[in-house]
């Protein structure tokens, strides 16, 4: 089946102990992104992955890193986590980056990190 | 910077009944617009994409528009069901920076049988 798969889906964990997310997707997708969703802002990105190698600053990355060293992987990163980062993360991918109807995005299920 | 509002914000509605979501965006240069549905605890899933050349599209009992010279996008559900509760999204590609997507921040549509 075609997925995005994001581990852990839940994440309790406390200010300054560095944590990671992962995604992974099996589509052969080009295109990988990292959005948060918190009520009242709705989704905004942080990262994007254009190809393997390639990475770039969305709206929010203050605070993460990512990297795209697979096709198939793009971890998000947080080094030092503080309380505003808890938030509903989702990962995301496309075939493409570029503006074509074809890049529709594919969704992973979602993970839900608390920083205490 | 593309600004993406969706109105209302939530919805409450009887089964069977034909509803309209609205989608507005500042900039009007974009590439396409994007519907989506989210379920509680669940990802975001693609239900239609209209590209900017485009005046709708429609899959099943989804109807979506666009006026791109007014910056607006419309999206049309017909005779609902209890099913089609979920919160929906708009997400606009932009002309300046294709390679992201700016989101609204969704309508929560709650249908009743």
């Known amino acids: 089946e075609a997925q995005v798969t994001q581990n852990p889906r839940y994440l309790i964990t406390v200010t300054g102990k560095k944590l990671t997310v992962t995604c992974s997707q099996n589509m052969n997708h080009e295109y990988m992104s990292w959005y948060r969703q918190d009520p009242g802002l709705g989704l905004r990105q942080i990262y994007y992955s254009m190809n393997v190698e390639v990475t770039d600053k969305g709206d929010v990355p203050e605070g993460y890193k990512v990297s795209r060293k697979e096709k198939r992987n793009f971890p998000l990163i947080l080094e030092s986590p503080s309380p505003n980062q808890t938030s509903l993360y989702f990962c995301?991918?496309?075939?493409?980056?570029?503006?074509?109807?074809?890049?529709?995005?594919?969704f992973g299920a979602g993970s839900r990190l608390t920083v205490l | 910077k593309q600004e993406v509002t969706q109105i209302p914000a939530a919805l409450s509605v009887p089964e069977g009944e034909n509803l309209v979501l609205n989608c507005s965006f500042t900039d009007s240069a974009i590439y396409n617009l994007q519907w989506f549905r989210q379920d509680p605890g669940k990802g975001l899933t693609s239900l239609l994409l209209i590209q900017s050349s485009q005046r709708e599209q429609t899959s099943g009992r989804l109807n979506a528009s666009l006026d791109k010279s007014s910056g607006r996008s419309t999206l049309y559900i017909a005779a609902s069901q209890p099913g089609d509760s979920a919160t929906y999204l708009c997400?606009?590609?932009?002309?300046?920076?294709?390679?992201?997507?700016?989101f609204g921040k969704g309508t929560m549509l709650l249908v009743s049988p």
């Open positions: 997400a606009v590609r932009s002309l300046s920076g294709y390679s992201t997507l700016t």
């Open positions: 995301a991918s496309s075939p493409g980056g570029g503006p074509s109807g074809a890049n529709v995005l594919t």
